[in-house]
């Protein structure tokens, strides 16, 4: 879902329970801050995640923006359910004016709660540590997504338009260490040429992995 553009509410999201937490993570760059959100659910007594919704803003519009952006697009489930779930790990604990409009010494997680807080959602904090190894994450997620590793995964195509595309667009290279993402991509500034739209690169794909992990 492209929040600058597409932005509405989740009213016609029948897939968003009203009996659980919303369950968030970001990925915050100079360029692009990305989102994404889901909840937790059991089929025959098997963990599954649903992958809800993704969003983003990018060059001026900045992190507080993004916030501002989820809390009206979810709105209609904070009346019913105002319980948020924030998984972050140590680069969210950074700050700086890049990711921030106006907040050059916030620290990203306390932005979000902040943001969240202000509008009325109890934010649970979630602080998972340093980052998992990249051979280490692509083997937890390859497993996921095959199968093999609980959850289960499922993506709600309609409002993960970009997030999907950005997951077909992610390559594999290999480390010394053995597989991991390629997220050369990421460096460049431009959306010209072979980069591409800053949506479609590996940001909002790592703000998933970050989701998934916790």
Request: charged share 25%; with cysteine; aromatic share 8%.
């Amino acid at each position: 879902l492209d929040a600058t553009s597409k932005l509405h509410d989740c009213t016609l999201d029948t897939d968003v329970l009203a009996t659980e937490p919303l369950r968030i993570a970001f990925d915050v760059n100079a360029n692009i801050c990305t989102m994404v959100s889901g909840q937790t659910y059991k089929v025959d007594g098997l963990d599954c995640l649903n992958v809800l919704s993704s969003l983003f803003t990018k060059n001026d519009r900045k992190l507080r923006a993004l916030c501002s952006d989820w809390c009206k697009y979810y709105a209609p489930q904070k009346v019913r359910n105002n319980n948020v779930i924030l998984y972050y790990d140590a680069t969210m604990k950074q700050g700086g004016a890049y990711g921030i409009e106006n907040a050059a010494d916030t620290r990203y997680y306390n932005v979000v709660k902040e943001e969240l807080g202000k509008r009325g959602w109890k934010v649970t904090m979630v602080a998972m540590g340093t980052p998992m190894n990249h051979p280490q994450k692509f083997q937890f997620l390859n497993d996921i997504l095959s199968g093999v590793q609980r959850p289960f995964l499922r993506i709600n195509r309609e409002n993960n338009e970009y997030l999907i595309v950005a997951m077909e667009n992610a390559r594999v290279v290999m480390t010394s260490r053995g597989p991991a993402k390629d997220k050369s991509k990421e460096k460049h500034a431009s959306e010209q040429g072979e980069a591409g739209p800053l949506e479609t690169r590996t940001d909002i794909t790592d703000a998933l992995d970050t989701l998934v992990i916790g």
